[in-house]
């Protein structure tokens, strides 16, 4: 537990956009393997690691965390040298201009700049991705080409750091939910088989935590999310700040991609309850989470999705308060283990 | 790497329109070992003196050298629920300011971030929508009565980035306008150490000219120098601009022309270029340059003004990016351009020069006047 913060400052630090988990997983393997029974990556690069139980329950458990964010990658380049983008995962493209990004496996500074304001045409409308470049310093098209090849991923250039109680970083969604699962991993033994499982290409479709639902065929699916909280000054009234900061830990009932079975809603809330912990229910119908792709696997999985909660995900820079992120890690904690001592596989 | 260094000391640090005691206390630094006299004046401005080293005779002429220090910046206009509300000090972009990290100057410097709603919860019409201020916040991630008892109405709110070096010794950061040229007066001061020079030449890094060129005013009147040269920041070429009006990186500093420019100083600072082998491009300023020179320039009775500018791509933004070769040129052409200042010189318009001419026939006495026999 004392490690949450430290595990979550190399893993937010970390560049990994969809499709290119390596590095994300560079910073997970050591830390688990001494613990784990299993650990090996599927073809689609979801890193899976096995935990044998203790054999009092026949239960098989998978907990998913995504190790994807969302950033962008090279399509082409410029005569001038700079390199054409386009956002891989769902970012605003009102907030690239004026960013530090790293570019490629060599993490190349880069920045993306717009017209100086006392030449531009017109300051109220943001523009579009394909209006962008990133600026490496290349002299030309040829330099580019080299420097940073079509295909070469681009992260945010943030560095974690913390301020009080609050953590700020880039990718908090979902290495918050990475951080829990290695503390999940980290702990006390099982009386069931756990797999953990560091998914990908979650923020293109929930696509890793797919297939490996397939190969695992658990009993449940626990899905631990970084998800975003609105709740910011606004002119209006605000009815959906969706989560807040400083509530606890964020449960789903319903979003996009799936619904939560009654009885493994009622179980976190009870766990919650019964360990004296703050707990928030997520407001429905926003975002999708690794859930929607374990929960329709072969016959179908009971899943359900446990979130810190953080502002400004999907941006440069979110920020989690420390305490939050350990509520979240406690009603995890117990929320799985207790799934052992209640039935919950018959639909009530 | 030296110039990097040097660019990365100033570009760092803080020193919003107004609010420049950090950033001066680090060019006094650099420049007082330099310097024969120093001293900050009422408004803030640093003015460093280099005695001519050459002999001369009467009392030494004086050049006057500016480049500002202050920077734009935020300014804290309210505090809500623990979330500051915030207004633009200078030419702040509105389009660059979401999901930027940021030093509130509060009771002590606090980390904070101009938060982001995510894609999420807009509204595809809001999407590209670049918010107004009263939308915009920063997020301090620290309890409601700790933000009041830290940061009050009024607090000063800068950028937080650090240099990043960039292909081909370019470097992007916050301030390099005008930081790259404080740093290429640092490099003249230096070169002029080692150069021998006739006239008094007095360095200044000027204060607020975000905000109206108020430094730059008032020095002018305290130095109240014979000719003044600025250095500031001009447009680069970049990959969305390439009218008129741009610069490309790398070819070296800008000299200006127009009506804020003497034209006798342009021609000295093209043949300074031309004898120190510093590439140069004439910039042509056809109303205010928006630099400090366009203040200096009627300073007192009228101060003759040239302008030297350094190519900066996305200006006003945190990711300005400078080519280190033409900070660089730039100290040297001004070093160059004060070294050839004969004792006696004086900058004259042409017509003048001819009126003398024609009511004084030359004698042999008046041709042996070097400043004369340039003309």
């Known amino acids: 537990m004392s490690n949450l913060i430290t595990h979550l400052e190399a893993l937010s630090n970390a560049p990994g956009i969809s499709g290119d988990e390596i590095e994300v997983r560079r910073v997970i393997r050591p830390l688990i393997k001494d613990t784990v029974d299993d650990l090996r990556v599927d073809p689609m690069g979801n890193l899976i690691a096995y935990r044998a139980g203790t054999g009092s329950s026949p239960l098989r458990v998978l907990v998913t965390a995504h190790m994807d964010e969302v950033g962008l990658m090279v399509i082409g380049h410029h005569g001038d040298g700079s390199l054409k983008i386009d956002t891989v995962g769902g970012i605003a493209a009102r907030l690239l201009p004026g960013l530090s990004v790293r570019v490629g496996k060599k993490s190349l500074p880069g920045v993306i700049g717009l017209q100086a304001i006392h030449r531009a045409d017109g300051l109220e409308k943001a523009p579009n991705t394909s209006q962008l470049a990133v600026d490496i310093g290349a002299k030309s098209k040829d330099e580019a080409e080299r420097l940073a090849p079509v295909g070469t991923s681009i992260v945010f250039a943030t560095r974690f750091q913390t301020i009080g109680n609050s953590c700020l970083g880039k990718a908090f969604d979902d290495r918050a939910g990475c951080a829990i699962l290695i503390d999940l991993l980290l702990g006390e033994r099982f009386p069931f088989d756990v797999y953990g499982v560091f998914t990908v290409q979650e923020e293109v479709g929930l696509r890793g935590a797919r297939v490996a639902a397939y190969t695992v065929e658990p009993d449940f699916g626990i899905t631990l999310e970084g998800t975003l909280a609105d709740d910011l000054p606004k002119e209006e009234a605000d009815v959906s700040p969706t989560t807040e900061l400083d509530k606890g830990p964020a449960i789903t009932v319903m979003d996009r991609s799936y619904i939560t079975p009654p009885r493994l809603l009622r179980h976190f809330v009870r766990m919650a309850e019964a360990e004296g912990l703050p707990f928030q229910l997520k407001q429905p119908g926003i975002g999708g989470t690794d859930s929607g792709g374990v929960h329709r696997a072969k016959a179908g999985v009971p899943a359900i999705t446990v979130a810190v909660p953080c502002r400004y995900i999907h941006s440069p820079v979110s920020l989690l308060r420390q305490s939050d992120l350990t509520a979240t890690a406690l009603l995890v904690n117990a929320g799985v283990r207790q799934l052992a001592t209640q039935d919950l596989r018959t639909m009530k | ?375």
């Open chain 2, 1 to 375: 790497m030296k110039t990097q260094q040097l660019l990365q000391t100033l570009a760092d640090a803080p020193g919003p329109a107004g609010r420049e005691g950090t950033i001066c206390d680090i060019v006094m630094d650099l420049w007082r070992p330099l310097a024969d006299d120093i001293h900050v004046d009422a408004m803030g401005n640093l003015i460093a003196l280099q005695q001519g080293t050459l002999p001369g005779t009467g009392d030494r002429r004086a050049v006057m050298a500016a480049a500002h220090m202050d920077e734009i910046g935020l300014i804290v206009t309210g505090i809500e629920r623990g979330f500051l509300r915030i207004h633009a000090l200078g030419g702040v972009d509105r389009r660059v300011l979401l999901g930027l990290e940021v030093r509130v100057h509060g009771r002590s410097d606090l980390p904070g971030i101009i938060g982001s709603r995510p894609p999420h919860v807009l509204p595809a019409s809001e999407r590209r929508k670049v918010l107004p201020w009263h939308e915009l916040f920063v997020d301090l991630g620290l309890p409601e009565d700790e933000v009041k008892r830290l940061v009050r109405v009024g607090d000063y709110i800068t950028v937080h980035q650090t240099v990043a070096a960039l292909k081909n010794g370019r470097a992007a950061g916050k301030a390099m306008d005008n930081r790259a040229c404080v740093a290429a007066l640092t490099l003249t001061l230096e070169a002029l150490r080692h150069r021998a020079h006739a006239w008094n030449f007095y360095a200044v890094a000027t204060v607020q000219e975000e905000v109206g060129g108020k430094g730059a005013i008032t020095s002018a009147y305290g130095v109240a120098p014979d000719l003044a040269v600025a250095l500031d920041v001009t447009f680069a070429t970049q990959h969305n601009d390439s009218d008129p009006g741009v610069f490309e990186l790398g070819k070296g500093p800008t000299i200006g022309v127009g009506p804020n420019c003497h034209p006798q100083i342009v021609t000295r600072l093209n043949e300074a270029a031309a004898a120190d082998e510093v590439p140069t491009t004439i910039e042509p300023l056809p109303g205010s340059s928006g630099t400090d020179a366009w203040g200096i320039q009627v300073a007192r009775e009228g101060i003759p003004c040239g302008l030297i500018s350094v190519p900066v791509r996305y200006m006003h933004q945190p990711v300005e990016v400078v080519e280190l070769k033409d900070i660089e040129r730039t100290g040297r052409l001004l070093a160059g351009f004060v070294a050839r200042l004969e004792s006696d010189y004086t900058p004259r318009w042409e017509d003048a020069v001819e009126a003398d001419a024609e009511e004084r026939p030359p004698s042999a006495e008046d041709s042996a006047d070097p400043a004369e026999a340039r003309t």
